[in-house]
């Protein structure tokens, strides 16, 4: 009992450094959560916990970060919500199968995105609908987040690298500054989710919590870890998870 508790909580603190640095954490999360016995849609509805716990505790070592965001960013903790909450009841309607299905494509397309950020950045500054002439995003950027606040309440695997793909879209000159914007909307996005689902019989407390506790000291300490990381290295890192968890999902929607 105490060696699956100790693998749970190790399993967490690296699914928290992950996610604080790029997102795609829960690749590492989702397989020892299935292989203790935990059905893929109730690992993750319990992923919900176990991602707020690492991102509470990220959001304090991006803090200097996010004090140099301009306040009009915070704005898109509302869509956040809001799509959050729409994503959760559809899950509730919904076989996992299915999001098991669309999650390897939504997250190649991330990975896509944020591989050529710097030439679609460019690019996009030529469409106004995307780019507000003021520093804060866009009514395009508040809509992307909409829609991906909806993904992310109703299956949050691979969230943090299309919101960090979305974010590299703005004016935001830091990718810590988009991690930590990142992390603050994902925080939201769980605990709306959270609130939805808590008496859906679907989240297991246990798992969740123990491995929580893992994440959060991760979550924590990855954020240290990023911020001390060249943009280069932390970009290719993106791109990796990224690549990994689609082909890990993929390879569960046709298995199952």
Known sequence: MIEKALVIVVTGALVGM??????????????????FGLSALVSNVTSNIIVLAGQLTSSFGYSKQLRKIPKSY???ILPSIIGSVIGAFIL???????????????????VILFAFQPYI??????????????????????????????????????YG??????????????????NGLKNLCAI?????????????????????????????????????????IPIGVVRYIVIIIGTATAIYLYSQAHLS
């Open 188 to 228: 939201v996005i769980a605990v709306s989710a959270i609130a939805i689902l808590a008496n859906s019989r679907l989240i297991n407390w246990q798992y969740g919590i123990t491995m929580a506790i893992g994440t959060a000291i991760g979550g924590y300490l990855g954020a240290r870890l990023a911020q001390r």
């Open 161 to 178: 690298l299309v919101m960090l793909a979305i974010l590299s879209l703005t004016k935001l000159r830091s990718i810590h500054e988009m």
């Open 18 to 35: 992950i996610n604080s640095i790029a997102g795609g954490g829960m690749l590492i999360g989702f397989p020892v959560l299935l292989f």
């Open 92 to 110: 509730r309607k919904t076989p996992n199968s299915k999001f098991l299905i669309v999650a390897p494509i939504l997250i190649m397309i991330a």
């Open 121 to 158: 950045k460019h690019r996009i500054y030529k469409i106004p609908e995307m780019v507000s002439r003021s520093s804060g995003p866009s009514p395009g950027i508040y809509l992307l987040v909409f829609l991906l606040s909806i993904y992310g309440g109703y299956f949050g695997a691979g």
């Open 74 to 76: 915070f704005w898109l």
